[in-house]
C-alpha cells in the first residue's frame, strides 16, 4: 500500500518504522531536513521537505493515489487541514493525531466529520485510558480493552454471598449497556441466555460501556474491597486524564508535582485527587508519605529517564505494582528488564491504531480465550448478511456466538437486544473458535482471517 506520514518526530517516526516494516511504500514529509535524512538512513521511504498545511506539498507527495494518509505533526490544527485536504485530494483514508481531545468531542462540534477525515487519534488519551485500565483490573483472569475505552471486557469469579450466585441471567438487574458474553464453568465453555443460571466460582466474561462497568461487575464479586491506594508521579496532561478515567472508582488517588503553579492548577481542576508539590522520588518524601505501603505507583513524567528512575526506585522501595509510560518505544523491554509490573507508550498505541485502520479483512480475529475455545472477533457485515436491519432480540446466536459491541463511526457501545445492526457497522462478536464458518456465513463475511 501507497502510505503518506506527514511529521517526523516520535509518533511519525516510530508508524514509519513498524509500516516500513511491512513492506508497504511510505512517503514522510516533515518541515526539519534532519529529521528526514535520519529516516532516510534508517529506512526504505521516501522522504518531501514542507509544510503537511500546503496543498502544493500534498499534490507533490501524491496523495491523490495514496491508500492512507496519517498526520502525525506537533501541530493539531496542522493534522486537522493536512488530513482534510488530502481527503480532497483523494487519499483513500486519512488519519489526524491530535493532542487536545476536545477535537474528538462531538458536544458542539464534530470535527472528523465537517473536515472529512475518517478517524482522528489521540494516542496520549488512549494510553491514559490503557493505564486506567490496568490499575482497574491488576489480578483480572483476562483483561481486553478495545473500542478507545469505551467499551470493557473482563473475566473474573462469581463470589458467594454476590447477587448473581443461584440467579437466573434474566432476574439480574444487569444496566443497559451491559451484558454477559460467555460463562466458563470447569471444563465447559457456556454461551448464556436467560436462562442460564449463575453458579458459584463460574468464571464471568462480563461486556459494558464504560460507565456502567462497575455496577455491573458488582453483582457479581459481593461486597466491596478497600479502596486502592494509587501514587502518580508528574502531573502531565497524560496524568490528569488518568485520574479522570479513575474518578469515581474505588481509588485514593495522590498526585506529586513539582511544579508550584501547575500543582496549584491541578488541585482546582481535581478536587477528588490529593494534589501534592513534591517529588515523591525524594527518599524523605517517600517514606514521609509511606508510599512504599501503596498499591500503585504510576510514574507519568514527560522525560522517558526521569520515568524510568522513578519506577526503579519504586518498585526497589516496596511498591505492589509499578506502571510507567515511555515515549521511545525501544525502552519497553528495559523497563519489564528492570522489574516494572507494566509500561505503556503512546508512539506504539498510534503505529496500532494505524494497522487497525490499513486492516480492510472482512473478519479477524482479535484474540484467544479460555485456552483457546473462545475467539474474539471483529466483524465487518457483507451487504447480503441476512442479520441487517433485524433486532438483535429476533437474531439467533446462542449456543455459539454473542454480539458484544458495535462500533458505528467514532461511538462504540454494548447493543440492548432492540439494536440492530446497520450497513457500516463494525461488530465486535465473542465465539466458538470451531465455529468461524457459522460466523461468516451469518454476517456474509467471506473476505480476511
Known amino acids: 500500500m501507497r502510505i503518506i506520514i506527514c511529521g517526523a518526530g516520535e509518533i511519525g517516526s516510530h508508524a514509519s518504522e513498524v509500516l516500513d516494516g511491512n513492506g508497504h511504500s511510505i512517503t514522510v514529509i516533515d518541515c526539519d531536513a534532519k529529521k528526514l535524512s535520519s529516516i532516510e538512513d534508517r529506512l526504505d521511504a521516501s522522504t518531501l521537505l514542507g509544510s503537511a498545511a500546503h496543498a502544493d506539498v500534498l499534490v507533490e507527495a501524491g496523495t491523490a493515489d495514496t491508500d492512507l494518509f496519517f498526520a502525525a505533526t506537533s501541530d493539531d490544527e496542522v493534522n486537522l487541514l493536512a ?86 441471567l434474566s432476574e439480574l438487574p444487569l444496566p443497559n449497556g451491559s451484558r454477559i458474553a460467555a460463562i466458563s464453568r470447569g471444563r465447559e465453555v457456556l454461551i448464556p441466555d436467560g436462562t442460564t443460571r449463575i453458579e458459584e466460582k463460574d468464571a464471568i466474561f462480563l461486556v459494558a460501556n464504560a460507565d456502567v462497568f462497575d455496577s455491573a461487575h458488582q453483582l457479581f464479586v459481593g461486597k466491596s474491597f478497600a479502596r486502592q491506594r494509587v501514587v502518580i508521579n508528574g502531573g502531565t496532561t497524560l496524568a490528569e486524564w488518568v485520574c479522570r478515567f479513575l474518578r469515581g472508582r474505588n481509588f485514593s488517588v495522590r498526585l506529586f508535582e513539582r511544579d508550584p503553579v501547575r500543582s496549584e492548577q491541578l488541585a ?152 440492530a445492526i446497520e450497513a457500516g457497522d463494525v461488530v465486535l462478536v465473542l465465539g466458538r473458535s470451531e465455529s468461524e464458518a457459522e460466523l461468516r456465513e451469518l454476517f456474509d463475511a467471506n473476505g480476511g482471517g
Open 83 to 168: 488530513a482534510s485536504l488530502a481527503r480532497r485530494l483523494g487519499a483513500r483514508k486519512t488519519i489526524a493525531r491530535v493532542h487536545d481531545y476536545s477535537y474528538l468531542e462531538q458536544s458542539s462540534m464534530d470535527y472528523r466529520l465537517s473536515l472529512g477525515i475518517d478517524r482522528l487519534i489521540c494516542p496520549e488519551f488512549l494510553t491514559a485510558g490503557a493505564i486506567a485500565q490496568a490499575l482497574r483490573n491488576p489480578t483480572a483472569l483476562a483483561v481486553e480493552n478495545f473500542a478507545d475505552g469505551q467499551v470493557e471486557m473482563q473475566q473474573f469469579r462469581a463470589t458467594p454471598g454476590s447477587k448473581s450466585v443461584g440467579s437466573l
Open 268 to 419: 482546582a481542576k481535581l478536587d477528588w485527587v490529593t494534589v501534592l508539590q513534591a517529588d515523591p522520588t525524594d527518599s524523605g518524601i517517600f517514606q514521609e508519605e509511606s508510599i512504599g505501603e501503596v498499591d500503585d505507583f504510576v510514574s507519568l513524567l514527560d522525560d522517558d529517564e526521569d520515568n524510568i528512575i522513578g519506577a526503579v526506585l519504586a518498585k526497589s522501595r516496596g511498591v505492589r505494582q509499578v506502571i510507567s509510560i515511555v515515549q521511545k518505544s525501544h525502552y519497553l523491554d528495559l523497563l519489564y528488564d528492570i522489574g516494572v509490573d507494566r509500561a505503556f507508550s503512546p508512539r506504539v498505541v498510534a503505529a496500532e491504531q494505524i494497522q487497525e485502520a490499513l486492516d480492510d479483512s472482512q473478519v479477524r480475529r482479535l484474540t484467544s480465550l479460555e485456552r483457546g475455545v473462545l475467539d474474539l472477533w471483529r466483524v465487518r457485515p457483507g451487504d447480503k448478511s441476512r442479520i441487517l436491519g433485524e433486532r438483535l432480540r429476533k437474531v439467533k446466536l446462542t449456543p455459539n456466538w454473542s454480539i458484544v459491541a458495535i462500533q458505528r463511526g467514532q461511538d462504540t457501545a454494548v447493543p440492548t437486544a432492540d439494536d
